[in-house]
């Protein structure tokens, strides 16, 4: 029970493309499930992808007929978990009894459908979706696509003997946002990128330290020749794309904040490595951050976890 067999899915989506990037999840959810894997983890917004266009194209354009023509694909490719999206892959958790954490691009419904928000998806082994999170803040040039989400997805699961919680990107560096995930008695913390070591190498072991939990850092690849033909106004995008826009950076550490895989770079596939329950424990012995170090008499934190909707229907 201890023991804890984990892959960090460091793949490139087909960019802007759904049903083609389902396909490489669903790939790898099998081969993690047929090597034994109870735990499958993927980067920030990998489907149906990051939107990379912001910065090559002037995205804070306003009234750009670029701008309104991707975002319009965009819209289209993004995931509707209402609709069932995400049947496939709940069918394959749930046929190798393995765990899953998803970065999504979602249309919430329940938001009228036309919102984005950059989420991170569990699903259970038993294929179940758990909970959904919606980016609390977008960062810098992503608010131009994505919605600020809400406290609804912070949330921590279950699995043998640990406690899984989730975070995106940058809302990673929200002291908050991670106590509040400490609080529920989280020990295993997923960090899901985009794809950069420059994001993963510092903070991966800086969380790991300052909770005493394993990290798993998981992140994308991109190449500017990753851009698919039929992109909207591919020539402005590539036009002054560097060749390599992700490396990936995927990692894990310990809970002393030392590495168990340092950063991967620029390889594609699973980064497959057992976590040792026990190893939380030993390192918990000196520090507890919401144990025996905190002083709630103190200081103490609320946690609004209601989903945000601008309709309270009553029938």
């Known amino acids: ?3 804890l067999k984990v892959a960090l899915a460091q793949i ?13 999840v669903c790939a790898s959810v099998l081969e993690a499930g047929e090597k034994g894997c109870e735990l499958i983890v993927f980067g920030e917004g990998l489907l149906p992808g990051y939107p990379f266009w912001l910065s090559l194209t002037n995205g804070a354009e306003f009234n750009s007929s670029v701008q309104k023509e991707i975002h319009a694909h965009y819209i289209r490719n993004a995931v ?14 749930k046929e190798h009894k ?66 899984l919680g989730g975070l995106n990107c940058w809302e990673n560096w929200m002291p908050l946002a991670r106590t509040a995930l400490y609080g529920l008695g989280e020990n295993l913390h997923v960090a899901a990128w985009p794809g950069s070591d420059r994001n993963t190498v510092d ?45 990936g950076g995927s990692c894990v550490a310990g809970p002393d904040g030392e590495w168990v895989v340092e950063p991967v770079i620029g390889k594609e596939g699973l980064i497959i490595q057992t976590l040792d329950f026990n190893r939380v424990l030993e ?11 905190s002083r709630p008499d103190v200081t103490r934190l609320t946690v609004n976890r209601e989903r945000q909707s601008i309709l309270d229907i009553k029938d």
Not at 83 to 92: E, F, N, P, T, W
Not at 283 to 293: I, K, L, M, P
């Open 80 to 93: 509707q978990i209402e609709a069932g999206d995400l049947d496939d892959v709940c069918k394959l958790a």
């Open 283 to 293: 390192e918990r012995q000196n520090f507890d951050v919401a144990g025996h170090y």
């Open 98 to 163: 393995i765990s899953i954490y998803l970065g999504i691009i979602e249309r919430g419904k329940n938001r009228g459908g036309h919102s984005l928000y950059c989420s991170l998806v569990y699903i259970n082994e038993a294929g179940q979706i758990q909970s959904v999170h919606r980016k609390l803040q977008p960062t810098y040039e992503e608010r131009l696509t994505w919605s600020p989400g809400d406290g609804n997805g912070l949330q921590v699961h279950s699995l043998k003997e640990f406690t």
């Open 1 to 3: 029970m201890n023991l």
């Open 203 to 247: 903070i991966t072991r800086f969380i790991a330290k300052e909770s005493r939990s394993f990290v798993i850092s998981v992140s994308g690849l991109m190449d500017v020749a990753d851009f698919p033909a039929d992109t909207p106004h591919l020539e402005k995008i590539v036009e002054k794309a560097p060749d390599e826009l992700a490396n």
């Open 12 to 24: 490139s989506p087909v960019w802007l493309n759904k049903a083609k990037t389902l396909d490489k």
